[in-house]
Structure formats: C-alpha cells, structure tokens
C-alpha cells in the first residue's frame, strides 16, 4: 500500500530561520504531490502542489518545494520563517493509477519563536 | 471566495449514541469526500463520491458508518453506534472536474465520544 512518512513530527525554530522539512512516499509510478498547512484554529489550506514539469514548485507565502524522483522526496522549504507560519504541515500524495485517492502523512508540527 | 461548509463544528456524545456531520461542498464540485483526523495524524479517507455515486468507500466500516449524497450536492456522514475511538476530527472536501487532483477542505467537524 502507498504510503507517505514525514520524519520530523515536530520542530521549533526561531524567526528568520531557514526551513526544510520532509516528505517521503513510497509509490514508484507517476503521483501527484502536495503540501497543505493548517493554521491553528483553522482549516487545512492547499500550500503548493506539483503534477509535472520543473520539479521545484512555488506555492504561498514564500513556499517552495522540489520534487526529487530518484529519491521519492517532495522536501518543503522557506527560506527565512516568520511566527506567522506557526502551523501543522501535512504531506500528501496522488497515485494516479488509483484514482484521486489522497494519502496523507502524519503531519509536521511546526512553531516559529518570536 | 467559495469554501466547503461543514456543521457542527464540534459535537460530544455519549457511547453507542447515534451522531450525523452534514457537509456542502463547494459550488459545482462534482468530487466529496469524507476524511478521518486522529488527534497526530494525517487525514485518512473513508468516503469519495462522484455527484451521487460511491465511488471508494474501501475505508469505511460500514457496520456503524454510513454515507449518502442522494443529489449529489450535499452529503451527510452518520455513525450508528459511536464508540470511544470514534472521536476524531470528521473532515469534508471537495473537488472540480476539470481539477479532480486539487482538494478543498472544510473546517471540519471535531467528535469527542464519551
């Protein structure tokens, strides 16, 4: 069965800290990958998503992910956080040849100190 | 902008007591689905609908949970009895059909069984 594994459940950082956190999934044929946030007290927010093309994907709010296919990673990066990006971060994967099934990870708590 | 509505927003029951969690998805998305979030973890599918057909329910224990979408517009999600490892958060989400990959959330609805 595919899975996705997120490494770091938690991780703390100091504002303008430069951030990475990983994905890795397990699906060797074509996939579509995503990263959703959500915010406390609010709802899971698509942050970037890659389907094809240039394996480095912008997303909101300074985001950025690379698709490494040899590695089956989709890493999630920003360059200098803010306490604003306090939030739990979610990994999540397509397999296209089983429909739009969605398989997340297990999530990345992240809080940015002031 | 359109979002995906859920309600309630929180509901407590007592064991063996019958809940139901009701969802709208957004305006013309043909695709719903159904998602459990156990406090820790990612999202885990238990329904997806394509206007009012079932289209994967293979998560879904269908001896206490049921589904319909009898418009194929808005769908309820009832769990007949509830048990105590049934609190979860009960998250909806919705998709088009000319971008079936990207999922929009709802807040969800957050089920404590006492």
């Known amino acids: 069965a595919q899975s996705v594994s997120q490494h770091n459940h938690h991780v703390i950082l100091s504002e303008a800290a430069s951030l990475e956190l990983g994905c890795n999934y397990s699906?060797?044929?074509?996939?579509?990958l995503f990263w959703y946030v959500q915010y406390p007290g609010q709802h899971l927010q698509l942050l970037l998503k890659?389907?094809?093309?240039?394996?480095l994907v912008k997303g909101i709010k300074g985001f950025e992910a690379e698709f490494i296919k040899s590695k089956f990673s989709f890493n999630l990066r920003k360059p200098s956080v803010q306490w604003s990006d306090t939030a739990e971060y979610f990994c999540?994967?397509?397999?296209?040849?089983?429909?739009?099934?969605?398989?997340f990870g297990g999530g990345t708590r992240l809080m940015v100190k002031p | 902008e359109a979002e995906v509505a859920q309600s309630p927003r929180y509901k407590i029951t007592e064991k063996s007591q019958a809940v139901a969690f009701w969802c709208d998805p957004i305006?013309?998305?043909?695709?719903l689905y159904w998602y459990r979030q156990i406090l820790g973890q990612g999202p885990e599918l238990l329904v997806q609908?394509?206007?009012?057909?079932?289209?994967?329910d293979s998560q879904l224990p269908k001896d206490r949970f049921s589904a319909e979408r009898l418009k194929g517009v808005d769908s309820t999600l009832k769990i007949q009895p509830a048990e105590l490892g049934d609190s979860a958060m009960y998250l909806c989400?919705?998709?088009?059909?000319?971008?079936?990959?990207?999922?929009?959330f709802g807040p969800g609805t957050r089920l404590l069984v006492l």
């Open positions: 305006s013309g998305h043909a695709t």
């Open positions: 890659y389907f094809s093309g240039d394996p």
């Open positions: 999540a994967v397509i397999n296209n040849n089983a429909g739009n099934m969605l398989t």
């Open positions: 989400a919705s998709s088009s059909r000319t971008s079936e990959e990207t999922q929009y």
């Open positions: 609908f394509q206007d009012e057909s079932v289209v994967d």
């Open positions: 699906y060797g044929g074509t996939v579509n």
